[in-house]
């Protein structure tokens, strides 16, 4: 058999780019191929493919959100870049070329990316997981310090969906859509005001919020270690919410609640 070539050999290259008022889209770039993960509006991303020569050759939708797919059409048309996207989801989204389900594997610039159903803030919200770039884009399902509200799905589902994401090697690095992070911040010290590893986070998401930079992307080890709502499940985080008989996933229900009226 051919040897695998060491992730270390396939520099992926993923540029943050800033949409609308706080919308993250993200470009993959590696071996000469471009892809994109959602289209929040074109401009931004029209203009960063420009600055750096770059054609785009994917649009990959988690979900069917206005905010996430709003400029898929005119990139399609500008770039006749190939769109992929749920198959859950298809009669919500712009019109597919290759419809991915739930475990599914693609091939893109030589690696392969794996399609994970994470649904709960819609049902057929997917995320994509690039073990080579050691990378995971989880749009509005898991967060920085966060998760997306429930709106579709139930808390039930969203839990399971967070625990899949939650299972992933621990450096993997959690690309997620939006910049809500100091909003979280603040809510999750209502949950875990004592934990130390929180609070040398808050210190680094103040400083780069400060600066203008964003605070994605983090590793998944960060949020295990940091993010309320992966925390659901321990003892410590039960007992301060006086719910140390309840299931993992009810108390992540509470938390998710709380967090939706705070
Ligand atoms: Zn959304
Ligand atoms: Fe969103």
Redesign the pocket.
């Known amino acids: 058999t051919i040897p695998r070539e060491s992730p270390f050999a396939m520099p992926f290259e993923v540029i943050i780019v800033p949409c609308r008022s706080d919308n993250y889209a993200y470009l993959i770039h590696a071996n000469g191929q471009t892809a994109l993960v959602d289209a929040p509006e074109a401009g931004p991303i029209v203009n960063e493919l420009a600055a750096r020569g770059w054609s785009l050759d994917e649009i990959w939708i988690t979900?069917h959100?206005g905010?996430?797919v709003e400029g898929v059409e005119e990139l399609r048309e500008r770039h006749g870049a190939l769109v992929r996207g749920g198959a859950a989801d298809r009669d919500r989204l712009p019109r597919l070329d290759v419809e991915l389900d739930d475990g599914a594997t693609f091939q893109f610039a030589g690696s392969d990316v794996h399609v994970l159903d994470v649904s709960g803030?819609?049902i057929g919200h997917i995320a994509f997981h690039i073990p080579d770039a050691k990378a995971a884009f989880t749009a509005?399902s898991l967060m920085a310090l966060g998760c997306?509200r429930v709106f579709e799905g139930t808390m039930d589902q969203m839990w399971a969906s967070l625990s899949r994401l939650a299972a992933l090697p621990d450096d993997t690095l959690i690309y997620s859509g939006h910049e809500y992070t100091l909003a979280n911040a603040r809510f999750a010290v209502t949950i875990e005001p004592d934990n130390p590893h929180l609070m040398s986070r808050i210190e680094d998401i103040n400083r780069a919020r400060s600066a203008g930079e964003p605070t994605v992307p983090a590793s998944l080890a960060l949020e295990k270690a940091t993010n309320p709502f992966l925390r659901a499940g321990l003892s410590s985080v039960k007992s301060y919410l006086n719910m140390s008989g309840e299931s993992d996933a009810n108390v992540f229900a509470e938390i998710r609640r709380r967090k939706d009226s705070f």
Do not use: A, L, M
């Open positions: 979900h959100h905010d996430h803030h819609t509005d997306g």
